[in-house]
């Protein structure tokens, strides 16, 4: 799925109104351009694991609202490229690249390399995201936990099953009653960490 249209066709965009239409398309083209060429250590394009999180949130999530399936689509954006963000901004508005600016740690941000309290900065703004972005980000985690067996990496393994536990799956438990959407999370998410466990990962 390299395409414009065929991304739009997969995430359902063709179906939603105008002018959410416009946009998811628009937000489909900057995901292209901006995810283009990154891979991910699994060895996979990148814009999968977006396109992925869009389809958690839609499918598994009930998530309907156009705008945040286009906040699931690019929440990864700043953080694989920064200096995108005018971009963005110039095409789909301030708003929503402060959203993503709110779901992307400070050293990515900044351009800079991470440093050891980076982590704890990290995990102390993933607890002040607002109800949808945190939804976002446990679709995020649920799909990273799906395919955390691919990863060739043991320490990167071992360090986001430290973080889903540290920080995620007690996110996701307490918020577990603000919305049905939160909920269902909660719920994909904890079946998909006894899976892992059970499995050994």
């Known amino acids: 799925m390299t395409s414009t249209p065929a991304m739009a066709d997969e995430l359902g965009f063709k179906d939603w109104p105008e002018p959410e239409r416009a946009r998811g398309r628009l937000?489909?083209?900057?995901?292209?351009?901006?995810?283009?060429?990154?891979?991910?250590?699994?060895?996979?394009?990148?814009?999968s694991h977006p396109v992925?999180?869009?389809?958690i949130l839609r499918d598994e999530l009930g998530v309907t609202d156009?705008?945040?399936?286009?906040?699931?689509?690019?929440?990864?954006?700043?953080?694989?490229?920064?200096?995108?963000?005018?971009?963005?901004?110039?095409?789909?508005?301030?708003?929503l690249t402060q959203r993503l600016r709110s779901m992307t740690p400070d050293h990515r941000l900044e351009q800079r390399r991470k440093q050891p309290w980076d982590s704890d900065i990290w995990h102390?703004?993933?607890?002040?995201?607002?109800?949808?972005?945190?939804?976002?980000?446990?679709?995020?985690?649920?799909?990273?936990?799906?395919?955390?067996?691919h990863s060739p990496?043991?320490?990167?393994?071992?360090?986001?099953?430290?973080?889903?536990?540290?920080t995620y799956l007690p996110l996701a438990e307490e918020s577990r009653d603000v919305s049905a959407a939160l909920r269902a999370a909660?719920?994909?998410?904890?079946?998909?960490?006894?899976?892992?466990?059970?499995?050994?990962t």
């Open 66 to 95: 156009p705008e945040l399936l286009v906040l699931g689509l690019l929440h990864d954006a700043l953080e694989i490229a920064p200096t995108a963000e005018r971009l963005i901004a110039s095409q789909l508005g301030p708003a």
């Open 27 to 47: 937000a489909a083209t900057l995901a292209t351009t901006i995810y283009a060429g990154h891979v991910r250590d699994q060895g996979t394009p990148y814009i």
């Open 124 to 149: 102390n703004k993933i607890r002040c995201l607002g109800p949808e972005e945190l939804l976002t980000r446990l679709a995020d985690r649920i799909d990273n936990l799906r395919d955390l067996r």
């Open 52 to 55: 992925r999180v869009v389809a």
């Open 153 to 166: 990496d043991p320490d990167r393994r071992a360090r986001f099953l430290d973080s889903l536990t540290s």
């Open 186 to 200: 909660y719920e994909v998410l904890h079946a998909e960490y006894r899976q892992q466990a059970e499995a050994g």
